[in-house]
């Protein structure tokens, strides 16, 4: 038999910190897109980097109310979470802004270290990552969890 429960706020936010892919979904034209993102969740907003230009950043500067979806279940489907999150989006350009949220992504996928250290290293070119990455931040208006559970 299957259970479904809605997610207390404690199990949301810590899912959401710890779920590593999060499902975008936009306005395009006249088509819902949605897009894979690595995000951080932090303050209570979603955050993630993106290309200053494309598809999603067009998409993203047109229409500000965007959904957000993460999910995961276990292989025989015994468990499954999802949240949805709808929102408004603010795009941050100043890197003052957006290296905190630089920081939290290094933080979450790379192996913790300084982001000046980070951008340092052989290759990098700092002001020109800088210029070609904008931090797009989600505040959510509505957030919903359920859990399904099978019990034997």
Not at 54 to 83: N, P, Q, W
Not at 92 to 97: H, I, N, R, V
Not at 131 to 142: G, H, M, N, Q
Request: aromatic share 8%; hydrophobic share 40%; charged share 30%.
């Amino acid at each position: 038999m299957k259970t479904k429960q809605k997610m207390s706020q404690v199990e949301i936010e810590q899912f959401l910190t710890l779920a590593r892919v999060g499902r975008l979904g936009l306005n395009l034209e006249d088509w819902p897109y949605i897009v894979p993102v690595g995000y951080v969740y932090s303050n209570g907003k979603i955050a993630f980097h993106s290309c200053a230009k494309g598809r999603k950043m067009e998409a993203l500067k047109t229409h500000a109310k965007v959904c957000f979806e993460v999910d995961e279940t276990i292989s025989d489907a015994s468990v499954y979470k999802s949240i949805i999150i709808r929102g408004t989006v603010k795009i941050l350009d100043d890197p003052e802004e957006m290296i905190p949220y630089l920081q939290l992504h290094i933080d979450k996928y790379r192996i913790p270290e300084d982001f000046e250290s980070y951008i340092s290293k052989p290759g990098r070119n700092r002001e020109a990552e800088l210029a070609s990455v904008k931090i797009v931040v989600i505040t959510p208006t509505e957030i919903s969890g359920l859990k399904f559970m099978r019990s034997h």
